[in-house]
């Protein structure tokens, strides 16, 4: 795709007001360049806000730049990209402006404003850095020893802020550097693979109106992810009218892939932002036309035995019957899952083969890739090959040709209900349709503002697990359970560094997965392990910050990396709830120490792997651990190959054990999985939603995405969620069938 470049999405306006002061701004951003500063060696320091390296040292990273960039200019690329610090990014502010202004709660804020304030008084600088001197106006090492010290602070709220502006910080650096990219060798779009034009997918618009606007069908669909795509191909084709509502806006193939600047904004929930309270948790959701489905690597796992025993003997049999793999058969074959068509690239080989030296069971992940090669690791950011078949590719594809009427841009504020034989019976939804600007972008100044209400015969919430509960809330269903049990297949990511040129972005990003440590409990918990996508910015901010010549350094060793995830089925949970100033969505999950535990075996195991296959360096996600570096005498031994028995190893296994079960204030936890937060269950007393997929205490109102499934599914989601869409739509339809005759039978 080298000649190919993609169409840019405009970004959606700035918040109108300014969230900080002038003297607010200028400490934060003091703060960014300590995180990403500018570096220059002591006998060349023009500022005392640079950050300075002894001479020896500015030469050796110089040198070592220079022999890992391409191309004629690798000299001077290397010295800008080490004299570059954040604010020398002219978007970079305006990209905090909208992150902090759009996505993060008035709580946090608030918080942030107190502190940023507390830190230009002098009582307030005197508790929070020990000096009266304002932090922008310390000398650059002490500014930085300053903000070090904040990682261990006695006060919690400066601890929470540290991890909050590190990963953001990071994150704003890599999508926006002009650097960074140019450093790694990374291409703006994948050397692989041929652009193709996607399905023209048509939205329903409304004029300007001070009334309300009312649609009438027989099934509205709120989300159009793997749940909600799945039911509307069902009921389409049913003979039904389907209308299918989705809050954020469609892209087609030729804007794919984003930039890792605009790629958060418009295809992830939250513009990318998502955290949980205590900001240990990154939580990756989907939020575009297609859901996660659109930004999802492809794996098509199903639902494993012990899994489906466990969820059948909780009272739901279904879950062990020939109708559920039915289910699962059925849309592994719309999709073209396969493996025969895989090519794993250097990371997925990596885990595979080094699986196999150590006696680990290791299988190949099937993908829903149309039983054709996609050697694409963009796709998280979009897949312009349209190779991937999500929802965009499939599902709704078929909905639309099946007469499926599609919003997008249409927030629904709550489900409607009619009150009938005292019972509540849900007749559709109301929300505000905002339509896109005159720019092709999204809520512009110019952008038409609708409320409509969509009148129906079945409400399917399909919001996934994060909003599907909030929508709930808002409708007045009442469920000690709405909103609980919130699973997400915690992760802690690893690195493994090579001498050779590994181009670690080039290929499907997970292919592969080891699931020896699946079970370690004897009740299937514990963590697979998987490669992960290798866009800089979602895999290099995740790692730890010591300071910033470490950290940019550690940075451009991007293309000799392989990548893991200890993908862990936790057995705890946590809980999502509505913010209570504005009611937006709020994550409250820490990790438990049963869980880390199970993590840590995984990052052991990876361990071991990257060591038999030759790596030099292993790094983690997990702060307080230093990586694994490859002791140089062991190369020199001939004849004598100890492999993971080495004691330089060997030790630092123990080490990491002796930390288990991990602080997870000192680490960056991710999760790409939600499930469970409007679990299924035989009685409303143990769940929020019946067998069949209706929402207890109602009618005709069901729930069909990953937020019905009774615990985590231990697998990449997307399948077990299809396939319980499938069979839960297909019994709506015959409902509908039945509802139809009968009516006819009395006329």
């Not at 999405?9 to 934060?28: N, R, V």
């Not at 220059?40 to 990273?61: F, V």
């Not at 989300?223 to 009218?241: D, I, Q």
């Not at 937006?584 to 820490?590: E, F, G």
Request: with cysteine; proline share 6%.
């Amino acid at each position: 795709m080298a000649t190919y470049t993609p169409l840019e999405a405009p970004l959606p306006p700035l918040p109108e007001a300014d969230i900080f002061t002038e003297l607010q701004w200028k400490t934060l951003l003091s703060l960014a360049d300590t995180v990403i500063p500018s570096i220059t060696s002591q006998d060349a320091a023009k500022s005392p806000n640079q950050k300075t390296i002894s001479t020896a040292e500015m030469e050796s990273a110089l040198a070592t730049l220079k022999d890992a960039i391409e191309g004629p200019d690798a000299g001077n690329l290397a010295g800008q990209y080490l004299e570059e610090n954040a604010s020398s990014i002219p978007q970079f502010k305006e990209s905090l402006h909208r992150i902090l202004g759009q996505y993060v709660p008035q709580e946090g804020k608030n918080g942030l404003g107190f502190i940023l304030t507390a830190l230009n008084t002098r009582a307030g600088s005197l508790l929070l850095t020990g000096s009266a001197t304002p932090i922008q106006d310390q000398p650059f090492d002490v500014r930085e020893k300053i903000f070090q010290n904040w990682k261990t602070s006695r006060l919690a709220p400066l601890r929470v802020v540290y991890r909050a502006l590190t990963l953001l910080f990071k994150k704003t650096w890599i999508s926006l550097s002009p650097t960074i990219c140019p450093v790694l060798g990374f291409p703006r779009v994948p050397v692989h693979g041929k652009p193709a034009d996607g399905f023209d997918f048509q939205f329903l618009q409304f004029p300007p109106g001070e009334q309300p606007e009312t649609v009438e069908t027989d099934v509205v669909i709120v989300g159009s992810g793997c749940g909600g795509a799945v039911a509307a191909k069902n009921l389409a084709e049913a003979g039904h009218r389907v209308l299918v509502v989705e809050k954020s806006y469609h892209y087609p193939s030729k804007y794919f892939p984003m930039t890792q600047a605009h790629g958060p904004i418009h295809l992830f929930e939250n513009g990318g932002a998502c955290a949980s309270d205590d900001g240990c948790m990154a939580v990756l959701a989907g939020s575009t036309w297609g859901g996660g489905g659109t930004i999802n690597w492809s794996a098509s796992l199903q639902t494993q035995s012990y899994v489906r025993e466990e969820w059948a003997d909780s009272g739901l049999p279904f879950f062990t019957s020939s109708e559920f793999q039915k289910s699962l058969d059925r849309v592994c074959e719309r999709m073209g899952v396969n493996t025969e068509s895989i090519k794993h690239n250097s990371g997925n080989q990596v885990i595979l083969e080094g699986a196999r030296k150590l006696g680990y069971s290791a299988n190949t992940v099937p993908q829903n890739t149309a039983n054709r090669e996609h050697y694409c690791g963009y796709c998280t950011l979009g897949c312009a090959s349209v190779t991937k078949q999500g929802p965009v590719a499939t599902w709704l594809v078929d909905a639309a040709n099946a007469g499926a009427v599609f919003i997008e841009g249409f927030h629904v504020d709550k489900v409607l209900f009619d009150t009938v034989d005292g019972g509540k019976v849900a007749s559709g939804v109301e929300g505000v349709w905002t339509s896109r600007d005159t720019h092709l972008g999204t809520a512009g100044k110019d952008a038409v503002k609708r409320k409509v209400v969509i009148k129906a015969k079945r409400v399917i919430v399909s919001c996934g697990s994060l909003q599907s509960p909030l929508l709930l809330m808002r409708s007045g269903i009442k469920n000690p359970h709405l909103g609980r049990h919130l699973h997400l297949h915690p992760v802690l990511l690893a690195a493994a560094v090579f001498d050779k040129d590994i181009r670690p972005w080039e290929g499907a990003c997970l292919t592969t997965v080891v699931n020896q440590f699946e079970n370690l409990d004897g009740h299937g918990h514990g963590p697979k392990i998987e490669a992960t996508t290798m866009i800089p910015v979602l895999y290099l901010s995740t790692f730890p910050w010591k300071d910033g010549f470490q950290y940019k350094m550690w940075a451009s060793k991007l293309r000799h990396m392989t990548s893991f995830i200890t993908l862990t089925r936790d057995r705890d949970t946590g809980r999502v709830y509505p913010d209570p100033v504005d009611g937006r969505l709020r994550i409250d999950y820490t990790v438990s120490p049963f869980d880390r535990n199970h993590m840590v075996e995984g990052l052991i195991a990876a361990a071991k792997i990257a060591y038999i296959s030759g790596a030099k360096e292993f790094h983690t996600t997990y702060g307080d651990m230093p990586p694994f570096i490859r002791p140089a005498a062991v190369e020199d031994l001939e004849g004598h190959d100890e492999g993971v028995n080495n004691a330089a190893l060997q030790a630092w296994i123990k080490e990491l054990r002796r930390k288990a079960p991990l602080n997870p204030e000192r680490g960056v936890f991710a999760s790409a999985h939600q499930m469970g937060t409007c679990r299924m269950a035989d009685s409303p007393k143990k769940g929020v939603v019946a067998p069949d997929g209706h929402v207890w205490g109602t009618r005709g109102l069901y729930v069909v995405d990953a937020s019905v499934f009774p615990s985590a599914s231990g697998v990449n989601p997307m399948v077990t969620n299809m396939a319980i869409s499938d069979w839960t739509s297909r019994n709506i339809a015959k409902g509908l069938n039945r509802e139809n005759v009968s009516k006819t039978a009395r006329l």
